[in-house]
Structure formats: structure tokens, C-alpha cells
């Protein structure tokens, strides 16, 4: 239901569960004269349905009438019965349309596709910087490192020494003059 219907329903509702009061007090104050209406009916329904029977030649218990009465006593509810068992309730549900559905699969399967593109640009963007360290660490030569049991630096013996930047520099000229990154 629409959220401007609700004062609508909210309205239809409440006037359902006067009508139920209503109905509920008149119950009440007619109970009596229901209750003997009733009797009287059923009385004359189980004295017809006691000839009939006798009619048919089956034997009819002496009690029949009487039994039928005091069932039907025993199932017609007290005015105290009906206020608490007979009332009305509404709970909120919901029930999708078919289009509304359909728009929501929609929108979730592009929300999926939008998060799978930022994770591929992110994955990607992560690959390129991982790839540009490497042509880094190879263009330059080897980097310096700290051991994870030490936390100074290891000296380096002059053979394992990175080259200078201005090695490096003259490398990277050659380099740039090819089209290769510098340092």
C-alpha cells in the first residue's frame, strides 16, 4: 500500500473495530433473548429430526432432543468469549509487484556491476603500482632492505652496494633515449 493510503486504511480500520464494539455490545445486551431464540429453534429442529427418524423405523434414543440442546448450549459463545476471542488485528506485509521486482533485480545486478568495475580499477590501479616499483627496483639495481630479525639496516659489501644516482642517471639517459622510465 502506498504510504499516502495509510490514513485511508488507517480510517477503514478503525471504523471496522467500532462496528465490531457495535456488534460486540448488542451481543451482550441481546444475549438472552439470542440464547433462547437458539434454543427454541433447535429444540424444534431435534423434535422433527426424533419424528423423522421414527418414521424411518430406526429407534430413537429417549435423550435425543435433550442431547441435541445441550450441544448446541455448549458451542454458543458467552458475550465474555467473543470480546476476547473475536477481534481484529492487522499486520503489516508486503507483497511486491511484479515490475517492482523486476526494477529492484534490476538495480541490484547494476550495483553488482558498478562494485565489480571499482574492484577491477582498484586490482588494476594496485597491479600498475606493483609493476612500476619492479621497473624501478630493475632500473635502479637492487634496494636496500632491513632484516625482519633486525631492526638496523645490514651493511652492504661494495660489490652488493646499489649503484650511485649518478649511475644511475647515465643508465636512465640511455633509457630515455630508447623511451624507458627513469629512476
Given at each position: 500500500?502506498?504510504?499516502?493510503?495509510?490514513?485511508?486504511?488507517?480510517?477503514?480500520?478503525?471504523?471496522?473495530?467500532?462496528?465490531?464494539?457495535?456488534?460486540?455490545?448488542?451481543?451482550?445486551?441481546?444475549?438472552?433473548?439470542?440464547?433462547?431464540?437458539?434454543l427454541?429453534?433447535?429444540?424444534?429442529?431435534?423434535?422433527?429430526?426424533?419424528?423423522?427418524?421414527?418414521?424411518?423405523?430406526?429407534?430413537v434414543?429417549?435423550?435425543?432432543?435433550?442431547?441435541?440442546?445441550?450441544?448446541?448450549?455448549?458451542?454458543?459463545?458467552?458475550?465474555?468469549?467473543?470480546?476476547?476471542?473475536?477481534?481484529?488485528?492487522?499486520?503489516?506485509?508486503?507483497?511486491?509487484?511484479?515490475?517492482?521486482?523486476?526494477?529492484?533485480?534490476?538495480?541490484a545486478?547494476q550495483?553488482?556491476?558498478?562494485?565489480?568495475?571499482?574492484?577491477?580499477?582498484?586490482?588494476?590501479?594496485?597491479?600498475?603500482?606493483?609493476?612500476?616499483?619492479?621497473?624501478?627496483?630493475?632500473t635502479?639495481?637492487?634496494?636496500?632492505?632491513?632484516?625482519?630479525?633486525?631492526?638496523?639496516?645490514?651493511?652492504?659489501?661494495?660489490?652488493?652496494?646499489?649503484?650511485?644516482?649518478?649511475?644511475?642517471?647515465?643508465?636512465?639517459?640511455?633509457?630515455?633515449?630508447r623511451?624507458?622510465?627513469?629512476?
Amino acid at each position: 500500500m502506498p504510504w499516502q493510503a495509510w490514513s485511508a486504511f488507517e480510517r477503514d480500520f478503525n471504523a471496522a473495530q467500532g462496528q465490531l464494539r457495535t456488534a460486540l455490545d448488542a451481543y451482550d445486551t441481546d444475549y438472552l433473548t439470542i440464547r433462547a431464540t437458539v434454543l427454541e429453534a433447535f429444540r424444534q429442529l431435534a423434535a422433527d429430526s426424533a419424528r423423522r427418524l421414527g418414521a424411518t423405523g430406526q429407534q430413537v434414543p429417549p435423550d435425543f432432543e435433550h442431547a441435541v440442546v445441550q450441544e448446541v448450549l455448549s458451542v454458543l459463545p458467552t458475550p465474555e468469549l467473543l470480546r476476547h476471542t473475536l477481534t481484529l488485528r492487522f499486520r503489516v506485509g508486503v507483497m511486491l509487484l511484479g515490475s517492482e521486482m523486476l526494477a529492484e533485480q534490476r538495480l541490484a545486478a547494476q550495483e553488482r556491476r558498478n562494485l565489480e568495475a571499482i574492484e577491477s580499477e582498484r586490482r588494476l590501479a594496485e597491479s600498475q603500482v606493483v609493476a612500476q616499483e619492479r621497473a624501478i627496483r630493475n632500473t635502479c639495481g637492487p634496494s636496500r632492505s632491513v632484516s625482519a630479525n633486525s631492526a638496523r639496516p645490514r651493511k652492504m659489501s661494495s660489490a652488493a652496494k646499489p649503484p650511485s644516482r649518478s649511475a644511475c642517471a647515465s643508465s636512465s639517459w640511455r633509457r630515455r633515449r630508447r623511451g624507458s622510465k627513469t629512476c
